[in-house]
């Protein structure tokens, strides 16, 4: 008798723990970033805030150019996100609904793009991009987020279109359609969970890219937000503390509303097979 | 209908494209860095073909031997620390938690999708002790801790385990849901039937979980271990590789060659050094599973 009840009472406390270990630096963070600066040197850190200082939001967002940095950041992600979409999804369908040579040597060629590290191909990029002027441009940033978004994306696309009936392309095909038609019609719906988990995964890789965008970049007007927040670091030093957070936060929020609204689609995503090879 | 899917000018204008774009920026540089190890300076600025001297260098160059084994040590206690935690996590899900399942899950699964740089951020001010004490000296000094109380990122001796917590925090929770996924793939009446069978929770582990989660666990060493050869941007944001060289990756070292130094030619082998032991360790992984991923 005792034993039963027991357990779950350590249960309880363990998950609890475990839920405040995820949360509890995130907690802090908000609080913290609505903190005065005299508040870090009267109480210890851990301390609630006694008010909510909205100033250093202001400060983060103008002083502190992180609108300039959250603009570019929405703007590379946002353009570079839509040709990964339409390539992974031509691409696909192309390599599992369509009959030609070569295709699955051209599957393999494409998920071989998976294990290849970032690193490695930062060298070479950087002294193409100086020789042909685009070094310090938007475009060397989108080109090199929509080439390195493309083999992960595949792989899950192509492991979803594998999962598809070929009855239903029949059909639109006896009806008449042709071949783009019926791709834009038929197949693109079909796709459309498909297309949310790979939109959701590559938008949290791309916001939160960091090797390119420091490389490639170096024009403040151009940074986004990830270098934005180093630099921003850097400017402020450790004076400013409260202004650090609220740049982190605000860094923090578009994916924190993402996460929210989405987070049933992708923990289907992620849990339905396609990850598991 | 074949007819149709056999479209050849369809399958060109869906393929080549990506094709190329693909080819051009992430393949093609691979053979470059092959070439570029060839030479000595930075392409404009003293670049001599000086054959295999880049990789006679290699092998005595000590920070380079120092970074490697940084990322060795980094590689075995993060791999351990997320795949190991991942899958306790998802013990959890499955076996403990009766309510509020999704919300603890959606919980746990919260860091992974946080900017590298943010976390990095907030986690520089959890261990900070100059000016004012982080929130962990804080809370240190206040439970009575006082000796432990010590600049975390700010001494070789803990910087790089420090740098490790900050990247198990942040990926279990993805490691949990995979595993969590494949627990529910397994057949309930198998675990049931163990159970009858008087199985408890070790032999219900060695016999009946661990043969079947075997191709998901293969699965996440790979995801693991590729993404802690890359060891990069939380060293780069949490310590940018300090202090002295506590937390200097093999990346990290190859950006300074390349882009400090101007040694191009010997940042690309290291560059080819660091895809090289990618793919052999995520192929020797892979061989643990009798079948294949990639």
């Given at each position: 008798m005792h034993k039963t009840k027991q357990i779950p009472v350590f249960r309880t406390i363990f998950i609890f723990f475990l839920c405040l270990v995820e949360l509890y630096p995130l907690f802090w963070m908000l609080t913290a970033s609505l903190k005065q600066q005299s508040e870090w040197t009267s109480k210890p850190a851990y301390a609630l805030n006694s008010g909510f200082y909205f100033k250093n939001y202001i400060d983060a967002w103008t002083r502190g150019s992180m609108r300039i940095f959250f603009f570019n950041s929405l703007l590379n992600t946002f353009i570079s996100l839509f040709f990964i979409i339409i390539m992974t999804t031509t691409i696909s369908f192309a390599l599992v609904k369509m009959y030609w040579p070569l295709r699955t040597i051209v599957a393999k060629y494409f998920t071989?793009?998976?294990?290849?590290?970032v690193a490695t191909a930062l060298i070479p990029l950087f002294q193409i991009y100086t020789r042909s002027g685009l070094?310090?441009?938007r475009l060397s940033l989108i080109l090199v987020y929509t080439a390195f978004g493309l083999s992960l994306s595949i792989y899950l696309m192509t492991a979803y279109l594998?999962?598809?009936?070929?009855e239903i392309m029949e059909a639109a095909v006896i009806d008449g359609c042709g071949i783009y038609k019926m791709f834009w019609y038929v197949v693109i719906p079909l796709l459309k969970n498909a297309i949310i988990t790979v939109l959701v995964l590559q938008f949290f890789f791309k916001w939160n890219d960091l090797i390119f965008s420091m490389t490639f970049v170096s024009d403040t007007k151009l940074k986004t937000i990830q270098t934005g927040l180093l630099y921003f670091t850097d400017e402020f030093g450790s004076k400013n503390w409260g202004a650090i957070f609220a740049s982190v936060s605000l860094s923090v929020f578009p994916l924190l509303f993402l996460y929210l609204f989405l987070n049933k689609t992708i923990m289907e995503g992620m849990t339905a097979g396609a990850v598991k090879g | 209908m074949t007819k149709v899917l056999k479209d050849k000018k369809a399958i060109g204008i869906f393929v080549v494209p990506g094709f190329i774009i693909y080819t051009l920026i992430v393949m093609l540089p691979i053979v470059w860095s092959f070439y570029y190890t060839f030479y000595s300076g930075s392409p404009g600025l003293r670049w001599n073909f000086c054959g295999l001297k880049n990789y006679q260098m290699l092998f005595h160059d000590k920070n380079f031997l120092a970074a490697l084994l940084v990322n060795l040590k980094y590689i075995l206690c993060v791999m351990a620390g997320q795949v190991g935690l991942g899958f306790l996590l998802s013990l959890m899900f499955m076996f403990?938690?009766?309510?509020f399942k999704a919300v603890v899950r959606t919980l746990v699964f919260f860091p992974v999708v946080l900017p590298t740089v943010a976390v990095a951020q907030l986690f520089a001010k959890i261990y900070e002790i100059q000016p004012n004490y982080g929130l962990l000296n804080s809370v240190l000094a206040h439970i009575g801790l006082?000796?432990?109380?010590?600049p975390w990122i700010g001494q070789p001796s803990t910087a790089l385990g420090s740098l490790c917590v900050m990247d198990i925090w942040v990926a279990m929770g993805f490691y949990s849901v995979i595993f969590y996924g494949a627990l529910l793939d397994i057949p309930q009446e198998t675990i049931d039937a163990a159970r009858i069978d008087g199985a408890g929770g070790f032999i219900l582990f060695r016999y009946i979980l661990a043969p079947l989660l075997r191709p998901v666990t293969v699965t996440s060493l790979v995801f693991s271990f590729t993404g802690t050869v890359k060891m990069f941007e939380s060293a780069i944001a949490l310590t940018n590789g300090g202090p002295g060289n506590a937390t200097r990756s093999m990346s990290i070292y190859m950006y300074n060659v390349a882009?400090?130094?101007?040694k191009v030619g010997y940042g690309s082998l290291i560059a080819l050094i660091i895809f090289l032991i990618c793919v052999a360790g995520s192929g020797l992984i892979s061989r643990l599973d009798t079948k294949d991923i990639y």
């Amino acid at each position: 008798m005792h034993k039963t009840k027991q357990i779950p009472v350590f249960r309880t406390i363990f998950i609890f723990f475990l839920c405040l270990v995820e949360l509890y630096p995130l907690f802090w963070m908000l609080t913290a970033s609505l903190k005065q600066q005299s508040e870090w040197t009267s109480k210890p850190a851990y301390a609630l805030n006694s008010g909510f200082y909205f100033k250093n939001y202001i400060d983060a967002w103008t002083r502190g150019s992180m609108r300039i940095f959250f603009f570019n950041s929405l703007l590379n992600t946002f353009i570079s996100l839509f040709f990964i979409i339409i390539m992974t999804t031509t691409i696909s369908f192309a390599l599992v609904k369509m009959y030609w040579p070569l295709r699955t040597i051209v599957a393999k060629y494409f998920t071989m793009g998976i294990m290849v590290p970032v690193a490695t191909a930062l060298i070479p990029l950087f002294q193409i991009y100086t020789r042909s002027g685009l070094i310090n441009t938007r475009l060397s940033l989108i080109l090199v987020y929509t080439a390195f978004g493309l083999s992960l994306s595949i792989y899950l696309m192509t492991a979803y279109l594998r999962t598809l009936p070929d009855e239903i392309m029949e059909a639109a095909v006896i009806d008449g359609c042709g071949i783009y038609k019926m791709f834009w019609y038929v197949v693109i719906p079909l796709l459309k969970n498909a297309i949310i988990t790979v939109l959701v995964l590559q938008f949290f890789f791309k916001w939160n890219d960091l090797i390119f965008s420091m490389t490639f970049v170096s024009d403040t007007k151009l940074k986004t937000i990830q270098t934005g927040l180093l630099y921003f670091t850097d400017e402020f030093g450790s004076k400013n503390w409260g202004a650090i957070f609220a740049s982190v936060s605000l860094s923090v929020f578009p994916l924190l509303f993402l996460y929210l609204f989405l987070n049933k689609t992708i923990m289907e995503g992620m849990t339905a097979g396609a990850v598991k090879g | 209908m074949t007819k149709v899917l056999k479209d050849k000018k369809a399958i060109g204008i869906f393929v080549v494209p990506g094709f190329i774009i693909y080819t051009l920026i992430v393949m093609l540089p691979i053979v470059w860095s092959f070439y570029y190890t060839f030479y000595s300076g930075s392409p404009g600025l003293r670049w001599n073909f000086c054959g295999l001297k880049n990789y006679q260098m290699l092998f005595h160059d000590k920070n380079f031997l120092a970074a490697l084994l940084v990322n060795l040590k980094y590689i075995l206690c993060v791999m351990a620390g997320q795949v190991g935690l991942g899958f306790l996590l998802s013990l959890m899900f499955m076996f403990w938690l009766t309510k509020f399942k999704a919300v603890v899950r959606t919980l746990v699964f919260f860091p992974v999708v946080l900017p590298t740089v943010a976390v990095a951020q907030l986690f520089a001010k959890i261990y900070e002790i100059q000016p004012n004490y982080g929130l962990l000296n804080s809370v240190l000094a206040h439970i009575g801790l006082q000796n432990l109380v010590q600049p975390w990122i700010g001494q070789p001796s803990t910087a790089l385990g420090s740098l490790c917590v900050m990247d198990i925090w942040v990926a279990m929770g993805f490691y949990s849901v995979i595993f969590y996924g494949a627990l529910l793939d397994i057949p309930q009446e198998t675990i049931d039937a163990a159970r009858i069978d008087g199985a408890g929770g070790f032999i219900l582990f060695r016999y009946i979980l661990a043969p079947l989660l075997r191709p998901v666990t293969v699965t996440s060493l790979v995801f693991s271990f590729t993404g802690t050869v890359k060891m990069f941007e939380s060293a780069i944001a949490l310590t940018n590789g300090g202090p002295g060289n506590a937390t200097r990756s093999m990346s990290i070292y190859m950006y300074n060659v390349a882009f400090s130094f101007n040694k191009v030619g010997y940042g690309s082998l290291i560059a080819l050094i660091i895809f090289l032991i990618c793919v052999a360790g995520s192929g020797l992984i892979s061989r643990l599973d009798t079948k294949d991923i990639y």
